[in-house]
């Protein structure tokens, strides 16, 4: 999981000199899964200079003009490297002309699939007026199914569970949090999904300050694994997480068969009795 820092350049070279050198010492390590957070995109702004990274409506324009190079770079990168990256979120500009927060995630062949995020934020709905996607998806890759929940997504149980219901094992939580109040939103979700599901669940945020953004100003946040909390799991459901006070890669193996056997052989079945809420009525008011 990336703890990525929001850069600032001159030249898209600089942009790719950065990217380059992250996916090389993750691919250095053994990763074969990079995951990068929500909005980490939102660095490439500085390249239009100040009238428009200081614009939250102006970046968002200016910004599909490189959309195709951006999206080139992560499916070169993956290739060269032989490993499969969920890219930085993107914001795409539709048809209709209004944007959808996006998470790529790009494999050897390129493009393997796609998640808009689905509950958009205050800041998103008020201020920069991006609309939520419609549609929840598993995505099937090599290593098997695979969910997104970007950021505030991973709040909302049901989201995840029916990623889960339909054979999702992993799913990526990509975030960006300005407080540590948002950053523990987010991971008390992520944490509770992995719970409920019996599942990992991988947060990578963005990290730092870009006084210069109008978008993504300040940081907040750990990479982390999440696990279910029951036999060979941590007892705090923690599997890693970054350190507080710099960007970095964090690297863990996770092992999917322990999945299916703690949801077949654990302590409890949180997973399995998940519909058992749906029998239960609840108490009526006079």
Not at 8 to 16: G, I, T
Not at 172 to 200: K, W, Y
Not at 236 to 258: K, P, R
Request: some cysteine; charged content about 20%.
């Amino acid at each position: 999981m990336a703890q990525y820092d929001v850069g600032f350049f001159s030249h898209w070279s600089e942009f790719e000199t950065k990217l380059t050198q992250w996916v090389q010492q993750a691919a250095s390590h053994g990763a074969k899964l990079l995951v990068f957070p929500e909005y980490g995109s939102m660095e490439l702004a500085s390249l239009f200079g100040k009238d428009v990274y200081s614009c939250l409506s102006k970046q968002l324009h200016e910004m599909q003009t490189i959309y195709a190079d951006y999206e080139a770079l992560y499916t070169q990168l993956a290739k060269q490297f032989d490993v499969m990256i969920l890219a930085s979120t993107f914001p795409v500009i539709q048809v209709d002309g209004s944007f959808r927060n996006r998470a790529n995630l790009f494999g050897v062949d390129g493009l393997i699939g796609y998640q808009d995020k689905l509950i958009m934020t205050r800041f998103e709905n008020e201020q920069w007026l991006i609309q939520p996607g419609t549609e929840i998806k598993v995505i099937d890759t090599d290593i098997g199914r695979i969910a997104i929940n970007i950021c505030y997504d991973v709040e909302f149980p049901l989201i995840a569970y029916q990623q889960v219901k339909a054979g999702a094992d992993v799913i990526l939580a990509p975030s960006c949090t300005d407080t540590n109040a948002g950053f523990h939103r987010v991971r008390i979700g992520c944490q509770a999904r992995a719970l409920e599901n019996q599942c990992f669940v991988l947060q990578s945020p963005t990290f730092g300050n870009a006084e210069w953004s109008e978008a993504v100003d300040v940081n907040t946040g750990r990479a982390s694994i999440y696990t279910p909390v029951d036999y060979g799991f941590p007892d705090n459901g923690i599997l890693t997480q970054g350190c507080h006070d710099t960007a970095q890669w964090v690297y863990a193996e996770l092992d999917l068969t322990e999945i299916a056997k703690v949801r077949q052989e654990g302590q409890v079945f949180n997973y399995r009795d998940w519909p058992l809420q749906n029998t239960l009525q609840a108490p009526t008011t006079n």
